[in-house]
Each structure stands twice: as C-alpha cells, then as structure tokens.
Nanobody
Framework: VQLQASGGGLVQTGSSLRLSCAVSERTLEAMAWFRQAPGEARDFVATIHGDGISKYYADSVNGRFTISRDNAKNTVYLEMNRLKPEDTAVYYC???????????????????WGQGTQVTVSS
C-alpha cells in the first residue's frame, strides 16, 4: 500500500490550502492526517471512517479544517482554512486496513503512511 501526499506550500496567515493523499488500495478503512512540527511529536489532526461520513478533529483545528474522502478516486483530502502560524508542520496522511467504530487518534494505530508534505504559514 502506498500513500502519496501533496498540496503543501508557503502561505500567509488566514489563507487556505487543500492537501491531497492518493492511495494505491481501495480496501482501506479509516484514514487520517497527522502533523509534526520541528522538534515535536507527531500530532493527530483529523480522521475519517471508510464510509466517508464519520469524522473527528483535533480541538486545535476543529471548525477550520475539513477532512473528506473520495473512495472512487482513492483519495483523502484535508481542506485547511484560516491558517495560523502554529499550523506550520509537515503533514502526513495515514491509513489502516482495520475496521473500527472508535475514532483512531493515535499514530501507532495506522500501519500505512505517506511521505509528508510541508505546510508553512507566515505571520
């Protein structure tokens, strides 16, 4: 299974970006975005179940970010609005083949990872 993240860039505070993650498999269940700032741990951002309906967000991005998926295109998206300098990080997409009712917010629960895409928000 391969995940390919794209869409990062350098933007100003208050701007928007959309990240994409193309997946080589169609049978994956939950997918998620995590982010990692320099010198910090990899933090949970958002997750979406295989049905494309059930979603869960970190408090820090809730109301500004939207996760979605297009199963026909094997792609998951992260729409990021009202970006802040503290959103600066490398963003990683992740996926699991295990079905779960619970929202998976721990990085250790995802077995497949993309390479990361840099998002930099200038003040």
């Amino acid at each position: 299974v391969q995940l390919q993240a794209s869409g990062g860039g350098l933007v100003q505070t208050g701007s928007s970006l959309r990240l994409s993650c193309a997946v080589s498999e169609r049978t994956l269940e939950a997918m998620a975005w995590f982010r990692q700032a320099p010198g910090e741990a990899r933090d949970f951002v958002a997750t979406i179940h295989g049905d494309g309906i059930s979603k869960y967000y970190a408090d820090s991005v809730n109301g500004r970010f939207t996760i979605s998926r297009d199963n026909a295109k094997n792609t998951v998206y992260l729409e990021m609005n009202r970006l802040k300098p503290e959103d600066t990080a490398v963003y990683y997409c992740a996926a699991t083949s295990r079905r779960s009712i619970a929202f998976l917010v721990s990085a250790g629960l995802y077995e497949y990872w993309g390479q990361g895409t840099q998002v930099t928000v200038s003040s």
